[in-house]
């Protein structure tokens, strides 16, 4: 028993409240796009695809931080840690993909890309 409460409820009435914060955080960049404008997200109905995935990411982000948040003592530290980590991942991936890309003269090069790109995978700063 968690909190008093069974741990399926209250697993998913942690993943309802995450979900609900995605769902406004969602609402309120959507109404900033569209106020502004924004070609290149606002186009050609670009914006519902924006808000899918936000969703999305918002969804794989919230499990991955439940449970590293039980390796810190406060639940805030492991959010921004979370986040700081993954937005390095996803900069640096992104960058050893590109050099990697430009320096690419062998098989081994090529074998190396291949596998770090599989590996960045799992980071969803990386997927998105």
């Known amino acids: 028993m968690l909190c ?4 399926a409820l209250y697993w998913g009435s942690a993943l309802l409240w995450d979900m609900a914060i995605i769902v406004v955080n969602m ?5 900033v796009l569209e106020a502004f404008h924004f070609s290149v997200f606002v186009a050609r109905n670009n ?3 924006i808000c899918i995935l936000i969703l999305l990411y918002g969804y794989a982000c ?3 931080v439940h449970v590293a948040e039980k390796l810190f003592s406060e639940a805030s530290l492991a ?4 986040f700081c980590g993954n937005a390095f991942v996803g900069l640096v991936g992104i960058t050893l993909l590109l050099i990697l890309d430009i320096i690419s003269e062998s098989d081994a090069t090529d074998n190396a890309r291949w ?4 590996i960045l ?3 969803p700063q990386f997927t998105l």
């Open 4 to 7: 008093g409460v069974s741990p």
């Open 47 to 49: 914006l519902a695809a």
């Open 115 to 118: 596998v770090l790109h599989k």
């Open 79 to 82: 959010t921004m840690l979370l």
């Open 121 to 123: 995978l799992l980071s």
């Open 62 to 64: 919230a499990g991955a």
């Open 27 to 31: 609402a309120i960049t959507a109404v």
